[in-house]
């Protein structure tokens, strides 16, 4: 069964750095989103994207988050500057057709700690 | 505003019973769709079900059964005979129809015992 894969699973990185989190999308999918989840809470939407470029984003989406996908497989996170309020898992999902349609297919998630 | 309410935290239960988890939402929207996805310990997110605002159809996959609701506002999920592999954290969540987001209910812990 087809599935998303991301990477790393788990990060750990230092207060100011900067992170990028991968995520591989199913092959014939055209929507892609991340979502995180701080320890404990519920997920919470960040961002989402279509024929590259963002279509919805959320409050939490500010300045220091971006998305991109510089290759046409790989579907990108990237976090300029890390707070300690930015450790979380998150979560990549991919969706065939746009959100009237459906099924969200999430990754494992990948596990951020900024110490 | 859309919002989700999970209102039961944490749910104990012995292998066999049967149980269910509670979900309410609040959309002005006519046209949504509500899902439930459930989180094992593993932490990945596993779909289990999407329903549209117009389909009230209740729906039994296997030992998973759903009640969809409107006049409450409610979209509440049974598990018959639950196993210990049922122990997770499931998710209410609920996309209206002119967005891609989903919005997320706080979860209710289901604990299975043997």
């Known amino acids: 069964e087809p599935e998303v894969t991301q990477t790393p699973s788990h990060q750990v990185t230092q207060m100011g750095q900067e992170v990028i989190l991968r995520c591989v999308p199913i092959s014939n999918h055209l929507y892609f989103y991340w979502y995180r989840q701080i320890l404990g809470q519920k997920v919470e939407f960040l961002v989402s994207f279509y024929n590259n470029e963002i279509s919805e984003k959320s409050e939490i989406f500010d300045d220091q988050f971006s998305v991109e996908r510089p290759d046409g497989s790989n579907f990108t996170l990237k976090i300029r500057s890390t707070k300690l309020e930015d450790s979380a898992m998150y979560f990549c999902a991919t969706q065939r057709g746009g959100g009237r349609t459906g099924e969200l297919f999430f990754g494992e998630g990948s596990r951020l700690t900024v110490l | 505003a859309q919002k989700v309410t999970q209102a039961q935290t944490e749910i104990s239960v012995v292998e066999k019973e049967d149980v269910t988890l509670d979900c309410v939402y609040e959309?002005?929207?006519?046209?949504?769709?509500l899902f439930w996805y459930k989180q094992p310990p593993s932490g990945e997110l596993v779909f289990l079900i999407r329903?549209?605002?117009?389909?009230?159809q209740n729906e039994i996959s296997g030992r998973y059964s759903w009640n969809f609701q409107k006049s409450t506002s409610s979209f509440n999920f049974t598990i018959t005979a639950s196993q210990v592999v049922d122990s997770a954290v499931y998710f209410c969540?609920?996309?209206?129809?002119?967005?891609?987001?989903?919005?997320f209910g706080t979860g209710t812990r289901l604990q299975v015992f043997p």
């Open positions: 959309t002005r929207d006519t046209t949504y769709y």
């Open positions: 969540a609920l996309m209206t129809y002119n967005t891609d987001k989903l919005i």
């Open positions: 329903r549209n605002s117009f389909d009230e």
